[in-house]
């Protein structure tokens, strides 16, 4: 999609911080350090909207983007990422219920991208955001980030390997993502517009 304007709008500490226009949103989550933020400057063409490498656990909020493309208008929700050593117990479980009350009370969410890094098995917090997305029904679509670091003849051999470790059925879709070199943008873009109705 042609991309007019892309900017931030708000980092949510809940409910009422959400936006209230009804417009589609398209989520993303994923550990700390997968490539989250990467992912959405490269969607959007932006170098540096979406902070990389932000202190890892540190932000317990949900980070709207506001984007406007000549299709129509849609919302990135850039979920905290998870699974950083060093976050509380306490704080873990204050995140497991934002995001648990999110996906199971939030209308205009249309689809949620789960990010894991193509190189290693989704862990046992990837499985259970997986578990979450499937128990609640939403649609969602599987990222592999950092395509480039593993050689295109070992692709498939790593798509499997996430797939058997989710229980991923076939006919969800798995995309292969690199931030450095675009790989995967058209697809996933198509995707999005999609699952937004755009
Ligand atoms: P986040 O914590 O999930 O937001 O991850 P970042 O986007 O900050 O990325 C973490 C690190 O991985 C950074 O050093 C990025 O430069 C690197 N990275 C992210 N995406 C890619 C990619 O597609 N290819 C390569 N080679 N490195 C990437």
């Known amino acids: ?8 709008v708000i980092s949510a500490v809940g409910p009422s911080q959400y936006p209230e226009d009804g417009l589609p949103e398209i989520s993303l989550a994923g550990r700390s350090n997968v490539g989250k933020s990467s992912l959405i400057n490269k ?8 902070r990389t490498s932000q202190q890892p656990g540190k932000t ?27 976050v509380s117990k306490s704080e873990r479980e204050a995140w497991g219920k934002m995001i ?15 990010l894991v890094d193509v190189r290693h098995p989704p862990s046992a917090d990837d499985k259970k955001m997986y578990e979450w997305l499937s128990h609640y029904e ?9 395509a480039d670091k593993v050689s295109r003849s070992q692709w498939p051999k790593h798509v499997k390997m996430i797939r058997q470790t989710l229980g991923m059925p076939g006919h969800e879709p798995l995309v292969l993502f690199s931030s450095e070199t675009g790989q995967g943008r058209d697809e996933l873009w198509s995707i999005i517009m999609k699952a937004a109705g755009l």
């Open 60 to 86: 317990q909020t949900l980070n709207y983007y506001k984007i406007n493309g000549e299709l129509g208008e849609l919302y990135f929700v850039d979920f905290p990422g998870y699974g950083y050593a060093k």
């Open 138 to 146: 939403i649609p969602m679509a599987v990222v592999a980030t950092k």
């Open 43 to 50: 969607m959007l063409l932006r170098k540096n909207l979406a």
């Open 1 to 8: 999609m042609k991309i007019k304007q892309s900017e931030f």
């Open 100 to 114: 648990e009350r999110y996906l199971r009370d939030r209308d205009p969410l249309k689809l949620v991208l789960q």
